[in-house]
């Protein structure tokens, strides 16, 4: 639900191609005082360019991944009795304004109501946060706090609209597609050694996803591949699976938990691209 990390990650973790300039304008926004929200579909790249943005920065990053179980207590902190005693443990959201670092807000809209309240105390102009749950006390955030959000377009499930006012509390706004057919065979080729006599396959397989993005887009098909399948396809056919079986290991099987119809789309489109 919730981890601190110093922005410390290894060479594959730091692959980011920044092909629309993104980090320059996390930059500007950081120096400028300013949040940012990242919208985009799962897969873009959105939580690799933030860790990518921490390292550059050289800033601890927290982070948080809602979901519907998260609670306010994750943000804020729980109190426990330990030896007797009444003790207030901090949660991420406080240790990150106290200490400065940057906090991450994994899928922003699909946190609950009560918890975006909070957030939204805690991200207004005043920087501020009133502890009901330890005496009242105020929590100021140190002058180098630095929050990115991130939220999946509404058609994700269980997302839903971020109330107006929450959204105004990121003014930066960065807008994160999937990249160009021959970015993301880059992107591929950085996470994986691919042979001349593969690159045909892996052009395919980047093609069919494009196509299924495209079919999900207008709602034709459940389910929209991300670039961690084309580079799981990659990776597939350096085992020595033929390019069909991988395309319907990594592509088609993920389509049959809606059922046969929806299964048989994707198989029809991998034989139309990889053959029989």
């Known amino acids: 639900m919730t981890s601190p990390a110093k922005a410390e990650l290894s060479d594959q973790e730091l692959i980011y191609l920044d092909w629309n300039n993104a980090l320059e304008i996390l930059e500007k926004a950081y120096k400028s005082g300013l ?20 390292s550059m920065m050289n800033k601890e990053l927290h982070s948080v991944n809602f979901s519907l179980r998260t609670r306010e207590s994750h943000l804020i902190g729980t109190k426990t009795i330990e030896e007797g005693q009444i003790n207030f443990v901090e949660g991420i959201l406080v240790k990150s304004m106290r200490s400065g ?17 909070r957030l939204d105390e805690a991200l207004d102009d005043r ?8 005496e009242g006390q105020t929590v100021r955030a140190s002058p180098d706090w630095f929050v990115i959000a991130t939220i999946n377009p509404l058609s994700h499930v269980g997302t839903k609209e971020l109330p107006p006012q929450l959204l105004s509390r990121f003014p930066v706004r960065l807008r994160l597609e999937y990249p160009p057919e021959e970015l ?3 992107i591929v080729k950085r996470h994986v050694k691919i042979d001349d006599s593969k690159l045909r396959d892996v052009r395919h397989a980047i093609q069919l996803a494009r196509n299924l993005r495209e079919a999900a ?22 085992t020595g699976l033929s390019a069909r079986q991988a395309a319907e290991v990594v592509y088609a099987n993920a389509y ?21």
């Open 35 to 54: 949040f940012v929200l990242i919208i985009g579909p799962k897969g873009t790249g959105k939580t690799t360019l933030v860790r990518k943005f921490a």
């Open 217 to 238: 887009a207008v709602e034709e098909l459940y389910y929209s591949p991300s670039l961690r399948e084309t580079i799981a396809f990659a990776k597939m056919l350096n």
């Open 101 to 117: 670092t940057m906090l991450y807000l994994d899928e922003l809209n699909a946190a609950e109501a009560d918890v975006l309240l």
């Open 127 to 134: 920087r501020q946060l009133v502890l009901k749950e330890a």
């Open 256 to 276: 049959d938990q809606w059922g046969q119809v929806e299964y048989q789309k994707v198989v029809d489109m991998i034989t139309s691209i990889f053959g029989d």
């Open 184 to 186: 993301e065979l880059e």
